[in-house]
C-alpha cells in the first residue's frame, strides 16, 4: 500500500533548496551566531583528554553558551498581507507558553553558569597544581645537579 499526495505545482525540491539557500544566507549574515553550539558540542566535553589547552580553549565558548539572554525578541511580520496576522498570532502564543517555558529556561541558565564556573575552578585548581609540581621538579633537578 503507497500513499501518493499530489502536490498540483508545487516543486517540493525548490521548495527546500529555496529554504538552505536563506539558512546559508542567514548563516553567513551572523543571524545563528547566538543559537550556534557547534564549538562546544565539537569539544565532545564527554570524550576529551583533560589537559589545560583544552580546557581553557572550551571556556570561552562554555560562558557563551552558558550566558543565553532569556528576553522577548522581536517577532516580525515578514510576508505582505498574511504576515501581520501571523505575527499576531505568534505573539500571543509566545506570551501563553512564556509563562510555562521562563522557568525552565532559567533554571537551564543557570545550570550553564554553576557548570561553568566549576569548570573554571578546577582550572584554576590544575593551573595551581601543575605550577607547585613544576617548581617542584626544578628543585629537585638543582639538587640532583649538586650532587
Known amino acids: 500500500m503507497t500513499l501518493s499526495i499530489a502536490t ?3 516543486d517540493p525540491e525548490a521548495i527546500m533548496a529555496e529554504i538552505r539557500a536563506r539558512v546559508e544566507e542567514r548563516k553567513e549574515s551572523g543571524g545563528y551566531r547566538a543559537y550556534d553550539l557547534a564549538a562546544v558540542r565539537a569539544r565532545e566535553l564527554d570524550n576529551i583528554r583533560i589537559d589545560y589547552e583544552r580546557l581553557s580553549d572550551c571556556l570561552p565558548d562554555l560562558w557563551r553558551t552558558a550566558n543565553v539572554d532569556l528576553g522577548d525578541f522581536p517577532i516580525p511580520a515578514k510576508t ?4 501581520v496576522p501571523v505575527a499576531a498570532l505568534k505573539k500571543v502564543i509566545w506570551k501563553l507558553l512564556k509563562f510555562y ?3 525552565l529556561f532559567s533554571q537551564q541558565k543557570e545550570f550553564n553558569a554553576r557548570a ?9 585548581r590544575y593551573e595551581g597544581r ?3 609540581l613544576e617548581e617542584r621538579i626544578g628543585r629537585l633537578e638543582k639538587r640532583d645537579r649538586r650532587e
Not at 561553568?116 to 584554576?124: C, F, T
Open 101 to 103: 517555558t521562563f522557568r
Open 80 to 83: 505582505p498581507g498574511l504576515g
Open 8 to 10: 498540483g505545482g508545487i
Open 116 to 124: 561553568a564556573v566549576l569548570l573554571q575552578a578546577v582550572i584554576l
Open 130 to 132: 601543575l605550577a607547585e
